[in-house]
């Protein structure tokens, strides 16, 4: 690497050159906030890359920016997708067995829990919940041991189980049938 003063000095003439230039660029491309973090992040891969960033260093920069986008994106549309594959496995049984208002209240309180986990927690419960692999097989799909990765499951139910005990709108169910008896007695 460069001089450690020449660095900082080329390091601050690249941002104060490039930052608006790239901001520009991600602020169309996302909201105001995440553009403020990607354009962040864009430029300490630019200070780790520093050496290698040729003249012009635009086309550089936006290309980086463009690939933090796109595994921010990625990222919520994994998201997005397993709270929608959980919202979809409500089915019309579920709404017979249930009062509509609790249904509702809980399935709520499940989709919050779920939005709010981390992508690593979502990743290790999908392999195994949704995608029906064993621990060990999940283990190898995410590259970590058999040991580590019952860990991570144990540790993302328990994560799950948390959210969803302490989700506000949380009330316990009641079946279909005791409401009935109960309002029978009133």
């Known amino acids: ?3 450690s003063e020449d ?17 520009g660029y991600v602020i169309t491309r996302t909201d105001p906030h995440m553009a403020e973090d990607i354009v962040s992040e864009t430029f300490v891969v ?3 890359r520093l050496d290698h960033i040729r003249e012009p260093a635009l086309p550089w920069l936006i290309g980086v ?9 990625e990222s919520g549309f994994r998201k997005r997708a397993l709270v929608d594959r959980v919202a979809a496995m409500t089915t019309n049984d ?3 067995a249930w009062d509509v208002a609790d249904h509702v209240v809980e399935r709520d309180s499940a989709l919050a829990a779920i939005a709010g986990m981390s992508e690593n927690d979502l990743e290790v419960l999908s392999l195994v919940m949704w995608h029906g692999l064993a621990p060990r097989d999940a283990a190898k799909v995410v590259g970590c041991s058999s040991a580590a990765f019952f860990v991570r499951l144990h540790r993302a139910r328990r994560r799950l189980a948390k959210a969803i005990e302490n989700a ?9 049938a005791s409401r009935v008896a109960d309002k029978a007695t009133r």
Not at 8 to 22: G, I, K, M, P, S
Not at 65 to 73: D, I, P, V
Not at 168 to 176: D, G, M, V
């Open 1 to 3: 690497m460069e001089d």
């Open 168 to 176: 506000p709108a949380s009330r316990p169910r009641r079946h279909a």
């Open 94 to 96: 579920d709404l017979v």
């Open 7 to 23: 660095s900082r000095r080329r390091f601050t003439e690249l941002y104060d050159e490039n930052y608006r230039r790239v901001l």
């Open 46 to 48: 630019a200070w780790r």
């Open 65 to 73: 920016a463009r690939n933090l986008l796109l595994k921010q994106r």
